[in-house]
Nanobody, 125 residues
Framework: QVQLVESGGGLVQAGGSLRLSCAAS????????MAWFRQAPGKAREFVAS????????YYTDSVKGRFTISRDNAKNAVYLQMNSLKPEDTATYYC??????????????????WGQGTQVTVSS
């Protein structure tokens, strides 16, 4: 059974940094795209960043470009999100996701098959 477990969330002041981690178990995902999404209170879940299996292709939503960096360690079956210069509007529950189809690089939520339970990030002003 596939499980994705996020960690690294917390409370941070504006301008601070956090590093989210997501560990996958149950099968290997070395050839699968991995991504982060987030959902703020009262809002729909949105795409944040994704990385393909080669690690060469990454996508970011405009609001986090230059501040967030997605990376992965295929040997550890893990994906990370380094978040710098955090803003109050980054407050949300962050979810990692994996596309069950290999050799892709999607951004649409509907293309991701496996999801973690989420980790809360709160940025105070």
């Amino acid at each position: 059974q596939v499980q994705l477990v996020e960690s690294g969330g917390g409370l941070v002041q504006a301008g601070g940094s956090l590093r989210l981690s997501c560990a996958a178990s149950g099968r290997g995902f070395a050839t699968n795209a991995m991504a982060w999404f987030r959902q703020a209170p009262g809002k729909a879940r949105e795409f944040v960043a994704s990385i393909d299996w080669t690690k060469r292709t990454t996508y970011y939503t405009d609001s986090v470009k230059g501040r967030f960096t997605i990376s992965r360690d295929n040997a550890k079956n893990a994906v990370y999100l380094q978040m710098n210069s955090l803003k109050p509007e980054d407050t949300a529950t962050y979810y990692c996701a994996v596309d069950g189809t290999p050799f892709t690089a999607p951004m649409a939520q509907s293309q991701y098959d496996y999801w973690g339970q989420g980790t809360q990030v709160t940025v105070s002003s």
